[in-house]
């Protein structure tokens, strides 16, 4: 069982940054792939970048590909997510997972956090 906790996020101005971070409990977190989803008002979860259980293969969305930097510290049983020049269409409830390869798709996933928002102002 791996439970994760969201924080960081915020209402930051278009152009500007912020870095997620997700805390896990849980002696297996370092098995697990892990990654990053998001949900905005009136629309299905969506991928936003995932992360091998080592770290050796990253996966992004094309939408924050160049912007987004997804990473993870297995000694401190913790995922981050660097997000860069944020736009308003950023704007969503951003959630961490853990699933057993690194989950691109929401059937993947085998367990979620309870989400942090993100509201980028223009």
């Known amino acids: 069982q791996v439970q994760l906790v969201e924080s960081g996020g915020g209402l930051v101005q278009a152009g500007g940054s912020l870095r997620l971070s997700c805390a896990a409990s849980g002696r297996t977190f370092s098995s697990y792939a892990v990654g990053w989803f998001r949900q905005a008002p009136g629309k299905e979860r969506e991928f936003v970048a995932a992360i091998t259980w080592n770290g050796d293969i990253i996966y992004y969305a094309d939408a924050v590909k160049g912007r987004f930097t997804i990473s993870r510290d297995n000694a401190k049983n913790a995922v981050y997510l660097q997000m860069s020049s944020l736009k308003p269409e950023d704007t969503a409830v951003y959630y961490c997972?853990?699933?057993?390869?690194?989950?691109?798709?929401?059937?993947?996933?085998?367990?979620w956090g309870q989400g942090t928002q993100v509201t980028v102002s223009s």
């Open positions: 997972n853990a699933g057993d390869r690194p989950p691109t798709t929401v059937r993947m996933v085998r367990y």
